[in-house]
């Protein structure tokens, strides 16, 4: 039997993930590196990303939809989707392809929501 006084610190054991796809377990590393600190969208990125916004309105104009910037706020970028993207089911692909193209553009990570 396994002495506790003799067992490492749970800060050093490996923890494993048995919910892998493959349902090996997948050992993970006990002290993993931190992550870099996320850069936040600010008023000083407004103009890049209304101008990224207006490049890709003809193209949901096109089909009937549309998308306008309303704000920024906490560093989310708040957009509304009006016209054929009201109730579409592929709304949430359009959301994507514009936060991709924003993530392009400014070059980090940029969290967007609908109103």
Do not use: Y
Not at 74 to 102: E, F
């Amino acid at each position: 039997m396994l002495d506790v006084a003799e067992a490492p610190p749970l800060s050093e054991t490996p923890r494993i993930n048995l919910l892998a796809r493959d349902r090996r377990p997948v050992v993970a590393a006990a002290n993993p590196k931190p992550r870099p600190a996320q850069r936040l969208v600010g008023p000083e990125h407004l103009a890049d990303i209304a101008a990224t916004i207006e490049e890709l309105r003809p193209r949901l104009q096109s089909d009937g939809g549309d998308c306008e910037l309303v704000d920024i706020l906490d560093g989310i970028v708040r957009v509304r989707l009006t016209g054929a993207c009201v109730g579409c089911g592929l709304a949430s692909m359009t959301l994507a392809g514009v936060r991709m193209r924003l993530t392009e553009k400014l070059g980090f990570f940029v969290r967007l929501a609908p109103v």
